[in-house]
């Protein structure tokens, strides 16, 4: 990482994201696009530096805390899932073919990247994704990138590399006057994986985004980590930056098995998600790199089911167009190759998320998760829960799997439960008693018709969930 790694990281990937949202010399010419003349910069500070001049912001900035909710805002509000991709096709292949292709595969936003790091060519981004019905959230836009990274948001006319508030909301206004107009603009990508040192500035970005555009999303994505180190690394950023959702990315599909510490991770995103009110997203894998296998289509799906069933709110591709060898890291494959042609991947990630995500996505998106346990897994991975007998579920018997259960924010009594495979690589069957007492009937959501069909026997739940796979149940009140 070209930053320092959160307290207690575990995760086993020495992926640079950052890089791969930063064309190269971004850093010395970000500067001069943003105009210098409109603020008071001076040296530019490296990105993440301590110290006090990194991370100062007044009093007086912009308050969060007026702004929309992010039931309000695109892609967090609504009845439809996000389902999103990071590196997308490159400029000279920013046609409306390929973000058709992409509409067609099932995602509804996209972030820029791969070089789209210019007004012309997120410009160009929008154009496509307005006739295709996607949404864009512009990442790499050199004014919101020389804030982010290189300088403070302080009306402390001392500090170093700083902007007052008025500067900084200048320049947010001039960025948002180069993409306005497009249907298609959702927001923008803020910051990829901040350190620590960098909160209060994104904080105040966040702030001036949500104050000057607030029917836009800004958005930051944060790296993985475990324990409680990283617990509290979470908690200070929604404290200090005060964001309309959480996001983290954690790829799980190594070389050699799956990473076991993903499930503390998501469990930690869940305590944080259902502390906030705010929705959590994720990445899923979709890339072969260094240490990290191409995912098959079973374990895109096993990263899905897990994330939903520990109540995310949003899934993200990573990567779309597979990144070019000459960056390093060692990329192999993604959903699309670097020449342009559809892989494997392509496939199952369209009948995926047009015949499964798009669908549950939508009946799970306004619940929340009451809880998560594993049944018949041993050993436990750490941190998850262990499977108890409870109001709902009297027992589970049979193969390993995750049991998200989830209620209406106004509690009915109605619960829906997904049932994952543990297993990302074979299929499973488990069998599930139900408690008579609060469980009146029970009824299997049919994801290619939205509807939900009546078992007849519903004291027992007879599941037999594919490789990596999940089922959707509804369970009503006696």
């Known amino acids: 990482m070209s930053e320092q790694n959160p307290p207690s990281s575990d995760a086993p990937r020495p992926l640079n994201r950052r890089a791969l949202l930063q064309a190269a010399g971004l850093g010395a010419g970000v500067l001069a696009a943003g105009g210098l003349a409109a603020g008071r910069a001076s040296a530019a500070a490296p990105a993440g530096a301590s110290g006090t001049a990194s991370g100062t912001t007044s009093a007086g900035a912009a308050p969060a805390a007026a702004a929309a909710s992010s039931a309000d805002l695109p892609l967090t509000g609504g009845p439809e899932f996000p389902i999103g991709l990071f590196w997308p096709p490159h400029p000279f292949q920013t046609t409306l073919e390929r973000y058709q292709e992409i509409s067609d595969a099932g995602f509804t936003f996209l972030i820029t990247g791969n070089y789209q790091f210019d007004e012309q060519s997120g410009g160009w981004a929008l154009k496509m994704a307005d006739q295709t019905g996607l949404k864009v959230l512009i990442a790499g836009d050199p004014r919101i990138e020389a804030i982010a990274h290189y300088m403070s948001v302080t009306d402390d006319r001392s500090v170093p590399s700083s902007l007052t508030n008025a500067d900084a909301t200048s320049w947010v206004q001039a960025a948002l006057g180069s993409y306005n107009g497009h249907a298609s603009l959702a927001g923008f990508n803020v910051f990829d994986e901040p350190a620590q040192s960098r909160f209060p500035t994104v904080g105040a970005l966040t702030g001036i985004v949500r104050n000057v555009a607030p029917s836009l999303l800004p958005y930051s994505n944060l790296w993985p980590g475990n324990g409680a180190g990283y617990a509290a690394f979470v908690q200070d950023y929604i404290d200090t930056v005060k964001p309309p959702l959480i996001s983290f990315d954690r790829y799980p599909i190594l070389s050699n098995g799956i990473d076991l510490n993903y499930f503390d991770n998501w469990a930690i995103f869940?305590?944080?998600?259902?502390?906030?009110?705010?929705?959590?997203?994720?990445?899923?894998?979709?890339?072969?790199?260094?240490?990290?296998?191409?995912?098959?289509?079973?374990?895109?799906?096993?990263?899905?089911?897990?994330?939903?069933?520990?109540?995310?709110?949003?899934?993200?591709?990573?990567?779309?167009?597979?990144?070019?060898?000459?960056?390093?890291?060692?990329?192999?494959?993604?959903?699309?190759?670097?020449?342009?042609?559809?892989?494997?991947?392509?496939?199952?990630?369209?009948?995926?998320?047009?015949?499964?995500?798009?669908?549950?996505?939508?009946?799970?998106?306004?619940?929340?998760?009451?809880?998560?346990?594993?049944?018949?897994?041993?050993?436990?991975?750490?941190?998850?829960?262990?499977?108890?007998?409870?109001?709902?579920?009297?027992?589970?018997?049979?193969?390993?799997?995750?049991?998200?259960?989830?209620?209406?924010?106004?509690?009915?009594?109605?619960?829906?439960?997904?049932?994952?495979?543990?297993?990302?690589?074979a299929p499973a069957t488990v069998h599930l008693g139900t408690n008579s007492a609060h469980v009146g009937s029970v009824s299997r959501f049919v994801p290619d018709d939205g509807t939900y069909r009546p078992i007849n026997r519903p004291a027992t739940l007879d599941v037999t969930l594919d490789a990596g796979g999940a089922v959707l149940y509804r369970l009503s009140p006696s």
């Open 270 to 425: 869940r305590d944080a998600s259902l502390k906030s009110g705010l929705p959590a997203w994720t990445y899923i894998q979709s890339v072969g790199y260094n240490g990290h296998r191409v995912p098959t289509a079973s374990q895109l799906a096993w990263q899905v089911n897990i994330s939903l069933a520990y109540g995310c709110k949003g899934i993200q591709y990573f990567t779309y167009w597979t990144p070019d060898p000459a960056r390093g890291e060692g990329f192999t494959q993604a959903l699309i190759t670097v020449d342009g042609k559809r892989t494997p991947l392509y496939g199952a990630a369209k009948q995926l998320n047009r015949h499964w995500l798009q669908p549950v996505g939508r009946e799970l998106k306004p619940l929340v998760s009451e809880s998560v346990q594993h049944a018949n897994d041993t050993p436990l991975p750490p941190s998850t829960v262990a499977f108890t007998p409870g109001d709902h579920l009297t027992s589970a018997t049979g193969d390993a799997a995750v049991l998200g259960l989830f209620k209406a924010a106004q509690d009915d009594g109605t619960r829906h439960l997904l049932v994952a495979n543990r297993n990302p690589d």
